[in-house]
């Protein structure tokens, strides 16, 4: 699927790797529904897209708030065709830590986002991308989301975090198997060590030790690299129900 003149819906798409393809795919000559929670840097990364962009604030885990961003992006571009799922969080915490087991709401906070939110805006803008006229490989739209490298080998501290984005590698090959039916494909791709901002808020001392920690190239990955992986999927028809890892070759250790 090509992605000019067609529309994307990009969560997490006010920074890092949900920016990197909301910008990318402008210059392919898409138009993107910018979602995210942050107002701020959600407006301003529209008005610097121009016309190409819209942005609504959208909490990804309330059906109200997608459904709202999903009817709005259509009633701006005329559809959806490409979906990107960035939004996500990453707050460490052990099962059992200095004040006692992990507080419950934690874990399942992590997983609302993280794995229920990616779920919430695939079946809410697959219902859209349906009623698109299929091209001539008989496709109707794409769907990448976003896992981790910490999906296969999570931290200490990641129990919630690797269980979230196991749960969005494992539900792939299944919503792809399904929406074969629709012409929509389903991919999810792993990143590893990627300088988003939770990263860049991290001393550069600190940001250099952990891009060493990469076999090769060691350096923290770059979110245009993310997003030029999300425009190869896009394009590639063969791309399917696959977890494809972005990560340099990296194995996480235990700590």
């Known amino acids: 699927m090509e992605l000019k003149e067609n529309v994307a819906i990009v969560t997490g798409g006010a920074s890092g790797l949900g920016a990197a393809c909301a910008r990318r795919f402008a210059l392919e000559g898409a138009n993107i529904g910018v979602l995210d929670v942050d107002e701020d840097k959600g407006s301003r990364l529209a008005v610097e897209l121009g016309t190409q962009a819209i942005f609504w604030r959208t909490d990804v885990t309330s059906e109200q708030s997608v459904q709202a961003a999903v009817d709005r992006t259509v009633a701006e571009f005329g559809g ?5 799922n960035c939004a996500g969080v990453g707050t460490p915490a052990k099962v059992l830590g200095k004040n ?3 507080a419950l709401e934690h874990f399942n906070r992590v997983l609302q986002i993280n794995l229920t939110g990616t779920m919430n805006v695939i079946r809410l803008a697959a219902a859209k991308i349906v009623e698109n006229t299929p091209n001539m490989d008989g496709e109707k739209g794409v769907v990448v989301n976003t896992a981790s490298a910490a999906a296969f080998d999570g931290q200490i501290g990641q129990a919630a975090y690797s ?4 749960g969005v590698a494992g539900m792939t090959l299944p919503i792809a198997r399904e929406f074969a039916d629709y012409g929509i494909r389903v991919m999810t791709i792993a990143p590893g060590l990627f300088k ?3 990263l860049e808020s991290l001393p550069e001392k600190v940001q250099t030790a952990l891009g060493q920690m990469v076999p090769f190239p060691k350096r923290l990955g770059k979110p245009s690299e ?6 190869d999927i896009i394009k590639n028809p063969m791309l399917n129900g ?3 890892r972005l990560d340099g070759a990296i ?3 235990a700590k």
């Open 80 to 84: 959806i065709h490409v979906v990107i």
């Open 100 to 102: 006692g087991p992990m």
């Open 163 to 166: 269980a979230s984005k196991a």
């Open 196 to 198: 988003t901002p939770m």
């Open 226 to 231: 993310f997003a030029r992986l999300a425009e």
């Open 242 to 244: 696959e977890t494809i």
């Open 251 to 253: 194995r996480m250790a």
